[in-house]
């Protein structure tokens, strides 16, 4: 059983007569180590005072220092500082209303599995209908923070949660007011949708473990819903719901349900009603959307559904979305935080030589600065500081990423572009140690990590050669 706890507390100073000060909530996450057998409620109330020794804290960041606190350092993993709606970049202890979330991630890849064969029929197709896993899953950490966009989805995700919750407690009559707790997210594919609803699944189960004491995330096989039996079609997506309604009857365990390519169940009744598809597909539309009308009344579960073809769903589905968000390719800018994220995790594993790469921020003040002073002659990187060096870097890394966004590269593009320049470009013997050379431990180990230009030319040499074969298939 994955472990759990979460309380709110409040900074010492509140709002006076006139409001002048806000207090801005702020999550921090504390991860326990695997085999970590502290009490939460002792680590969470540590966590407390030593952050409150700080007096300012960046917001998203990674607290350091807490390795110096034996009780932590037997226990702890990591400290992070999650997204804020306020504006600023860092606060003051004093501005801020801390919400500590102390969990302890599975470590298991281990789900449970429904299939779609009914047991009647010994020739029944055994596909798997559904998977599901326990949350917090440990193989989902860091994904939410991998993901960039260019306006604040996350957020805006976030925030719809909350609010349901508010109605919710507030025993809102959905005769008045009515919310059905389904989001949909389409756009073009690679852009990180189906990541997105697990990585919002993850973060749930940690920020709300303080309601629940336990947090699922069941993913449907939408395929595996249509039978080759007539009319049996509608009789699986009611037996799959049957189990979800059963996790759900569990008032202690929030499920979040996602269905990936929504389209290829919600699609079907169009077709079926123009005589082009079977009409079996009416009644799998029919099942899913009655089965939905019944979650929505259930305050612990949450329906994420995801599609490439949005005009392809059924109406019906669509009109039932709280929350319809449209996933769009990154932004130059979104571009360049996700070739910086790939650039530093491959300096920090040494494959590239120590560098550093400047944030978005730096890197546009840098390139504002080269507009308006006069150009000189290229200067040899054996003569440039690593100042320099890593100011070259950011400008090289925002052409790079006016490049990618000019040819529509989605996320998923972009971060296999280390990958491919290495395979096509550098060369893997680059990076090894010869087999003559001396090793540690009888291990072999990484040669020195290559010059980040090296790499850079590589990266734009992929992109040049990706943009040709876009053109061949024109």
């Not at 009416?282 to 009655?290: E, F, P, Q, S």
């Not at 059924?314 to 910086?340: C, G, K, N, T």
């Not at 995790?345 to 400047?358: C, F, H, K, L, N």
């Amino acid at each position: 059983m994955t472990g759990l706890a979460d309380v709110t507390m409040t900074s010492s100073q509140k709002l006076d007569a006139a409001g002048s000060v806000r207090l801005w909530t702020v999550h921090v996450e504390v991860r326990l180590q695997p085999r970590a057998t502290a009490r939460f409620e002792t680590i969470r109330a540590r966590v407390f005072d030593w952050v409150h020794s700080f007096d300012r804290i960046n917001i998203s960041s990674v607290l350091e220092g807490w390795e110096d606190i034996p009780e932590l350092a037997s226990s702890v993993e990591q400290i992070l500082v999650s997204e804020s709606s306020c504006p600023s970049h860092s606060l003051h202890i004093s501005e801020m209303s801390l919400q500590i979330h102390v969990y302890q991630p599975g470590d298991t890849d281990s789900f449970e599995e429904f299939t779609n064969s009914t047991g009647t029929r010994q020739d029944d197709d055994e596909t798997m209908a559904a998977t599901v896993c326990e949350l917090p899953n440990r193989g989902l950490e860091g994904l939410w923070s991998s993901l960039i966009y260019a306006d604040d989805i996350k957020m805006k995700l976030l925030d719809y949660i909350h609010a349901t919750l508010v109605f919710s407690d507030a025993n809102v009559d959905f005769n008045l007011v009515s919310w059905n707790r389904v989001v949909l997210l389409h756009g073009p594919p690679g852009t990180g949708k189906t990541s997105l609803c697990r990585a919002l699944a993850q973060k749930l189960s940690i920020r709300l473990s303080h309601r629940y004491s336990q947090a699922r995330l069941l993913e449907i096989n939408s395929h595996s819903l249509f039978s080759k039996w007539f009319s049996e079609s509608g009789k699986l997506v009611q037996r799959l719901f049957s189990s979800i309604t059963e996790l759900v009857d569990e008032e202690d365990t929030f499920l979040v349900v996602l269905i990936d390519e929504v389209e290829s169940l919600t699609a079907a009744r169009a077709g079926a009603m123009a005589g082009t598809e079977p009409s079996d597909g009416l009644r799998v539309v029919n099942a899913l959307l009655t089965q939905l009308d019944k979650l929505k009344h259930r305050k612990n579960v949450l329906i994420m559904s995801t599609s490439n073809l949005v005009k392809a769903i059924d109406s019906a589905f669509v009109d039932r979305a709280d929350i319809v968000q449209y996933v769009d390719l990154p932004s130059r800018e979104a571009i360049y935080e996700i070739l910086r994220t790939c650039l530093c995790e491959i300096v920090a594993r040494g494959i590239v030589s120590t560098i550093s790469v400047p944030t978005l921020k730096q890197a546009q003040m840098y390139e504002l600065s080269a507009l308006h002073s006069p150009e000189h002659p290229p200067v040899t990187p054996s003569l440039v500081d690593l100042r320099e060096k890593s100011k070259n870097v950011a400008l090289r890394l925002l052409a790079l990423a006016a490049q990618c966004r000019t040819q529509g590269m989605s996320g998923r593009a972009l971060r296999r572009l280390p990958v491919l320049a290495l395979a096509r470009h550098i060369g893997i013997g680059a990076l090894i140690v010869p087999s003559n050379v001396a090793t540690v431990n009888g291990a072999r180990k990484a040669a020195a990590g290559a010059d980040v230009d090296v790499w850079l030319d590589g990266m734009e040499k992929v992109v040049r050669e990706q943009a040709k074969e876009q053109e061949r298939l024109i």
